[in-house]
């Protein structure tokens, strides 16, 4: 059975490729399990249908039959245990691919969300040049600590894993930030991510829509 997956009608990224949905795409391209993909508005996001799926009225959701799920981070999980490709055989690896993508989204995304909520939200708040070095000094120092784990490797450990696909989506927010070229490393990590096929597939693919969108 092929799933379907939601995406934004009008992405917010413009195409760069950070909306969430692109964490799905590239797991069902990396196990290569075709998907279909249902475009929603923001309006239809709080519609009855879709909170029905997504209780927070968000993107991505994932339907296969009767399961239906919400939240980027199960579904990348639940596209990992089922399809080989995203998880090592060994348990113990297993165990700690899983924890390095519970690191991503929570240790190391949170800074960096705070860092996208001072640029954009808050960019003519008085406050904002005085927090905006903070944010970026806590960002830094996950980003040290994730440095100093990775070494000369090139993944988290061993072999790239859903984790790895998780920490580079979101190590990819930091982009344009300048932070990441400190750590030449890492820098070199998000690189070796998005040069694999998969990824490629699944950018061009949500940029495809973006660019429908910009012209329609």
């Given at each position: 059975?092929?799933?379907?997956?939601?995406?934004?009608?009008?992405?917010?990224?413009?195409?760069?490729?950070?909306?969430?949905?692109?964490?799905?795409?590239?797991?069902?391209?990396?196990?290569?399990?075709?998907?279909?993909?249902?475009?929603?508005?923001?309006?239809?996001?709080?519609?009855?249908?879709h909170?029905a799926?997504?209780?927070?009225?968000?993107?991505?959701?994932?339907?296969?039959?009767?399961?239906?799920?919400f939240?980027s981070?199960?579904?990348?999980l639940?596209?990992?245990?089922?399809?080989?490709?995203?998880?090592?055989?060994?348990?113990?690896?297993?165990?700690?691919?899983?924890?390095?993508?519970?690191?991503?989204?929570?240790?190391?995304?949170?800074?960096i969300?705070?860092?996208?909520?001072?640029?954009?939200?808050?960019?003519?708040?008085?406050?904002?040049?005085?927090?905006?070095?903070?944010?970026?000094?806590?960002?830094?120092?996950?980003?040290?600590?994730?440095?100093?784990?990775?070494g000369?490797?090139?993944?988290?450990?061993g072999?790239?894993?859903?984790?790895?696909?998780?920490?580079?989506g979101?190590?990819?927010?930091?982009?344009?930030?300048?932070?990441?070229?400190?750590?030449?490393?890492?820098?070199?990590?998000v690189?070796?991510?998005?040069a694999?096929?998969a990824?490629k597939?699944?950018?061009?693919?949500?940029?495809a829509?973006?660019i429908?969108?910009?012209?329609?």
């Amino acid at each position: 059975m092929i799933p379907t997956i939601t995406a934004f009608e009008r992405s917010p990224d413009g195409g760069r490729g950070l909306a969430r949905d692109m964490h799905v795409r590239w797991a069902l391209e990396e196990v290569g399990q075709p998907y279909d993909v249902r475009l929603v508005s923001f309006d239809a996001m709080k519609q009855p249908a879709h909170v029905a799926i997504s209780p927070f009225g968000n993107i991505p959701t994932y339907e296969e039959g009767d399961l239906a799920l919400f939240e980027s981070g199960a579904i990348v999980l639940h596209i990992a245990v089922r399809h080989p490709g995203l998880m090592p055989e060994d348990a113990n690896a297993q165990a700690r691919a899983i924890a390095w993508m519970f690191a991503a989204f929570s240790t190391m995304e949170q800074p960096i969300l705070d860092r996208t909520t001072a640029v954009i939200l808050e960019r003519d708040a008085p406050w904002r040049d005085q927090r905006l070095p903070l944010v970026d000094d806590r960002i830094r120092k996950r980003l040290a600590e994730l440095s100093r784990h990775l070494g000369d490797r090139d993944w988290l450990e061993g072999a790239f894993s859903a984790g790895d696909l998780v920490m580079v989506g979101v190590l990819r927010r930091l982009q344009r930030s300048g932070l990441l070229t400190e750590f030449p490393n890492l820098a070199a990590y998000v690189a070796r991510g998005e040069a694999r096929p998969a990824f490629k597939r699944a950018f061009e693919a949500q940029l495809a829509v973006a660019i429908a969108a910009s012209s329609g």
